[in-house]
Each structure stands twice: as structure tokens, then as C-alpha cells.
């Protein structure tokens, strides 16, 4: 099978003897040098897998002592987050009462600003501990069997409203400013934005909807059919205007479930998304390195242990003439 990367502008790599191996490009042939350098124990090509979609796919390089497969890519200014079937999504609308969003796992918001900042600074009484899976700007989730990188709307916590997009008189100091920028920057960095206009009250989603559409995102609504609400889908109708695509459903989750399917549709799984879980079942790590070793862009949402860098390798390895 021919897993040499494309090239920026369609040339073809050139193949290069190292090591009695005969790589597919000299991209990977500067990593293996690298890894030498490092003292990383490696294998090129070892071996190839049916994975579990029925595709073939044979990792560049295998890493024993960090039980991980390296993918190798060249930098072409691709996104290979988005190439690889994952998106970047805003997901604005009303939650609900504070009071149904009490539990992490009942709230689409994962990300909580209380978690980014030492909480007892404000409140020596704060009970909760600061979980470092929210010290992100986003965070990799599974939206009814879609995986996609959720960068907003952003939350606080209440001591007795459970959880929220603003603040009330049991936040903390501030936290309606953090929480505002922290969202206009999801809004920012999504590639996907999704508003649920179901409740005439969603003042913020309807701000939020204009500010995406003023930075030209592709936006999708989800609404009541007018039958069913017209009060809201009429005093909606105008931010719907902004969207490319309107969903229409009788509740909320159907509504979302609609939205999963077009998100599945658009970002069909490709080797990479199948292959990183199936190693990950396996307890298997799969990384992604973009460029060289000296310029290199790591996939850091791919499931993987840390390499260790050694920058003066990196130069050496870039820098390195190979006899072919």
C-alpha cells in the first residue's frame, strides 16, 4: 500500500535511504534520524492493520518504548485537525433552568470558568477542586456519536442554580467578564457554529449568532416548527436568516440529533479518526507530526504520551544530508 504523504502542490517526495530502510519521503526519513538522535528506539512501516471500518492502514513509524504509532505529514498549511473528520464547534442557546443543569454530564457546556482560576482566591469556602481536563480552550466530546472539538459557550457555577452561561449573586467576582471573552474567543476559533432558537428569552444567543455571522461563520439554527411555537420562531425568523441551514424539531434533542447527523455527513470519518480509536481501544497511542522535527505541529488532540523534544536534535536532523 503507498502511504507516501502528498506533497504541497501535488510533487511527489522523494524516496531516501537511511538506516537500510527506504523511506517514501525524506520528511520521514529526517524523523527517524531525529528519533536516532534522541535515543528513540523506532520501527518504519512494521506493520499494517484492517482497521475496524474494513480500510487498510499502515502507520509511518511504531515507537516501542512509548507504545505509540507517529504518523508523518508535510507542513502545507493544511488543517489536519478538520482534514481528520473532527470540527471545531460553538454551540449556542439556552440550557434550561439552572436547576436541570446541575450535573457536568446533564449540561452541554463542558467548559466551566470557575475550573480555570483558583477559586478560593475569591471564595476561601469554594469546595471543588480544579479538574485539568477543563484547562483547555476546548474540549474534545462525543455529540450523540460525533466526536468534535467544543470550543463554547463557556459556563460558571452557582452554589445553589447548578449550572450556567452567566453568573448570579453566587458566582464569583468577574466571572460574567471571563466568561464573555472566553466565549467570543470560541466563537472566534469554531469552524461550526450551531444556535438553538427554541425560547424567545435566549437574548445571548441571539448576540452570539450576530457576532458569528459578522466573522462569516457557517452557522445552522435549529427552531420549533411554527405551528408548534410561532411566537418564538416569529420573533426568531430574522437571526435565522443568517443560517445555511435550518433544522427544524418538536424538542430540543431531536433538534441536536438532527444537527449530529449533518455534522457526521459533512465530516466523514477518514482512517485517521478510525485509527486513533481503534489504538485507543486497544490502549494504543496514534500521534500526528506535522513538518520536520525543527518546525514540527503536533495533532496534541490525538491520544498519545508526550515525546520529549530536544531542540538541538531537531536543528541537526533538519539540517542533515542524506546520501540519497
Known amino acids: 500500500m503507498n502511504n507516501t504523504p502528498a506533497a504541497p502542490g501535488g510533487l511527489t517526495p522523494i524516496e531516501t535511504e ?17 528519533f536516532d538522535l534522541c535515543g528513540i528506539r523506532w520501527q518504519y512501516e512494521v506493520e499494517g492493520f484492517m482497521l475496524s471500518d474494513g480500510q487498510r492502514y499502515l502507520p509511518d513509524f511504531w515507537l516501542p518504548d512509548f507504545n505509540q504509532f507517529v504518523e508523518v505529514k508535510p507542513d502545507s498549511g493544511e488543517d489536519y485537525v478538520n482534514r481528520i473528520g473532527r470540527p471545531s464547534v460553538y454551540m449556542a442557546g439556552k440550557m434550561g433552568e439552572p436547576k436541570d443543569n446541575k450535573l ?17 482566591t475569591y471564595m476561601p469556602d469554594w469546595p471543588y477542586d480544579v479538574d485539568p481536563a477543563y484547562l483547555s480552550d476546548s474540549m474534545r466530546m462525543s455529540l450523540l456519536g460525533v466526536e468534535i472539538d467544543y470550543v463554547g ?7 445553589d442554580h447548578g449550572w450556567q452561561h452567566g453568573v448570579t449573586t453566587c458566582g464569583w467576582p468577574e466571572a460574567n467578564k471571563y466568561i464573555y471573552n472566553k466565549s467570543l474567543a470560541g466563537i472566534e476559533d469554531c469552524n461550526e457554529f450551531f444556535a438553538l432558537l427554541t425560547d424567545k428569552t435566549a437574548y445571548g444567543t441571539l448576540f452570539e449568532t450576530g457576532r458569528a455571522s459578522a466573522l462569516g461563520k457557517n452557522i445552522v439554527v ?5 405551528e408548534e411555537n410561532a411566537f418564538a420562531a416569529d420573533h426568531n425568523w430574522f437571526a435565522a436568516q443568517s443560517a445555511s441551514l435550518v433544522i427544524e424539531g418538536a424538542t430540543d434533542v431531536e433538534i441536536v440529533s438532527k444537527y449530529a447527523d449533518y455534522l457526521r455527513k459533512k465530516y466523514p470519518e477518514t482512517k485517521y479518526d478510525v485509527m486513533m480509536r481503534d489504538a485507543a481501544r486497544e490502549g494504543v497511542g496514534f500521534r500526528i507530526v506535522i513538518g520536520d522535527p525543527r518546525t514540527m505541529k503536533v495533532n496534541t488532540n490525538l491520544i498519545c504520551r508526550e515525546l520529549p523534544y530536544n531542540n538541538a536534535a531537531a536543528e541537526a536532523a533538519r539540517q542533515y544530508r542524506f546520501g540519497r
Not at 537511511?18 to 531525529?34: M, P, Q, T
Request: charged letters at 25%; hydrophobic letters at 35%.
Open 18 to 34: 537511511y538506516k537500510g530502510y527506504l523511506f517514501r519521503s525524506r520528511l520521514e526519513a529526517r524523523w527517524a534520524y531525529y
Open 153 to 159: 459557550p463557556w459556563k460558571g457555577r452557582g452554589y
Open 104 to 120: 457536568p454530564g446533564e449540561c452541554w457546556r463542558p467548559l466551566n470558568i470557575d475550573l480555570n482560576f483558583n477559586m478560593r
Open 222 to 226: 435549529g427552531i420549533r416548527p411554527v
